[in-house]
């Protein structure tokens, strides 16, 4: 049985990741900025298989991140597996220039908001989760980028920022932590059917699935899928790279 973090895992990709792990009878620690839910969370794990927590944990505070791992390496002996999937969207163009004059522009706050919780919540998360892996001899870090990181994307500057950091950051622990037998992976999703995209217009989701060679926008568990694997002894000789989960999105389309 593995001790596996998820950050961001009370809902969408997070939630489907802490249950495929629970399928193979795991213990999870699902993070996230709200414990809302956590009874129902914690039923759901047991009646996957597996077991686990619901920590209220704001990844972008250094404090909340290092008790938070202190407290589950504490308490299970080890971290096996950190997935750092907790993220946020703050969309608006860099200049927005209408009929002559400045209409619009992406503010400090949302700037700094979406930088905080999806590039140095990732490293907050990872330099907390490390020390307790390579004292325990080895373990798995996985964090969320997008093939906006790979490709850029209208309206999200600070956004693909924050992907494709996680992608610099990704390469550069592969080198730094792989002596440790700590192996370290990304995984870019492509347009994902969570609540918060279904809850967009018809005409943007459908606009996002003739962008998909699939024809479809991806599931959750697709997602979840990818981690579970990359994670796994099947994944061993994976380490420092980027998984597109994408549906065959390419740049151009």
Known sequence: MRTVIVTGGAAGIGRATALRFARAGDWVSVWDVSDVGASTLLVELSAAGGSGELRKVDVSDSASVEAAASAVAASRGRIDVLVNNAGIVRDAQLVKWKEGALAGQMSDKDFDA???VNLKGVFLCTRAAVPHMIRAGGGVILSASSVVGLYGNFGQTNYVATK????????????????????????????????????????????????????????PEDIAEAYFWLASDAASFVHGTTLSVDGGIVTGT
């Open 114 to 116: 979406v930088i905080g």
């Open 164 to 219: 494709a950091g996680v992608i610099g950051m990704t390469q550069v622990w592969a080198r730094e932590l792989g002596k440790f037998g700590i192996r370290v992976n990304a995984v870019a999703p492509g347009f994902i059917a969570t609540e918060i995209l279904k809850a967009m217009p018809e005409k943007i989701i459908q606009g996002m699935v003739a962008r998909t060679p699939l024809g479809r926008m991806g599931k």
